[in-house]
């Protein structure tokens, strides 16, 4: 349902043309359904009457009702729909421009103005359009925040690009909508919309590298093969870009896109044994981590926000 609750001017536009549409169809109903009831109660036989009806053969006048009426109502349709596109698709000047790559089974959003890299949370800012290009990492996603009104895959080497402006703040739910493996179903979004202020206030934050302090954690992260898949923007050794980036791990609501709330104890449980909560994901185990050495490094990406 949420489909029809939309909160971007896009979607909205979507939206008020399904019931407009809705609306067009129901009145052709009623007319078809009314005609037909009239004419069974007008013209039914008189009782005991078992003569066989008029046989009747065309009625040019009839016809042509009935078919310049459909006709004429498809081509107002189809005009209505090409304003309805022209409005989804149209550029947005002064947009805030924000990159989507689909992984399996997770999503990078990047902000190229802001220099600001996060996952699976998307932040936009109210009243605020937004370009939004996706791409793919490896197989075809598909970008479905159905409150958002419709859907944009994201294909290997081909970039594809929506604009949404969203009308008013809130949470909400998205999903990858196009069959990608064995997660498909834990690729799931979540978007932040917030006033202006909060959004700057926020992307400025993730925007911050972290700045090294010997944290017994800090160690731990960077002396393991955490560091071979992750990025941690502002510590030397931490650049890979096949996981998620963790600058800002702490900030985040959940954990492996969306499969578990990000707690401390979650996110134990997660570097422990992954495959244990979100099986076939790309991550290895690290259960050979002492437990002090796994609190220490819990409590640094916690305390990264
Ligand atoms: Cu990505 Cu389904």
């Known amino acids: 349902m949420e489909s029809f609750n939309p909160v971007t001017t896009q979607g909205l536009s979507i939206t008020n043309l399904f019931w407009l549409e809705l609306a067009i169809s129901a009145l052709l109903l009623a007319g078809v359904i009314g005609l037909l ?19 009747i053969h065309g009625n040019e006048r009839l016809e042509v009702i009935w078919t310049a009426t459909p006709a004429a109502v498809l081509v107002v349709i189809f005009f209505l729909m090409i304003g309805t596109m022209r409005t989804v698709n149209a550029e947005q000047p002064n947009a805030e421009p924000v990159e ?8 990078t959003f990047s902000y190229p103005n802001r220099q600001a890299i996060t996952a699976n949370e998307l932040h936009v800012p109210v009243g605020t359009p937004m370009q939004v290009s996706l791409d793919s990492a490896d197989v075809i996603h598909s970008f479905h925040v159905p409150q958002f009104g419709w859907m944009q895959d994201l294909v290997p080497g081909k970039t594809n690009s929506m604009w949404i402006t969203v009308v008013r703040p809130g949470t909400f739910d998205g999903t990858c909508n196009q069959y990608c493996g064995l997660q498909h179903a834990w690729m ?3 978007v932040v919309a917030d006033p202006p202020d909060q959004f700057n206030a ?15 954690g800090e160690k731990v992260f960077q002396q393991n ?11 030397p050794g931490a650049t890979g870009t096949v996981g998620p980036d963790l600058t800002h791990l702490g900030s985040r609501s959940t954990l492996g896109a969306g499969v578990i709330q990000n707690t401390p104890d979650n996110l134990r449980a997660w570097i422990r044994d992954p495959q244990a909560i979100k099986p076939g994901v790309l991550m290895p185990a690290f259960a050979s981590l002492s437990e002090s050495d796994m609190s220490a490094l819990v409590d640094y990406l916690e305390s990264n926000k």
């Open 37 to 55: 009831v009239t004419a069974l109660i007008r013209f039914r036989a008189p009782p005991g009457d078992r003569a066989d009806a008029p046989q």
């Open 188 to 190: 799931r979004v979540t």
């Open 202 to 216: 926020w992307v400025q934050q993730q925007a911050q590298p972290v700045t090294p302090t010997g944290a017994p």
């Open 100 to 107: 989507v790559v689909g992984h399996q089974w997770w999503w």
């Open 225 to 235: 093969t955490c560091v071979s898949c992750h990025a941690i923007r502002g510590l």
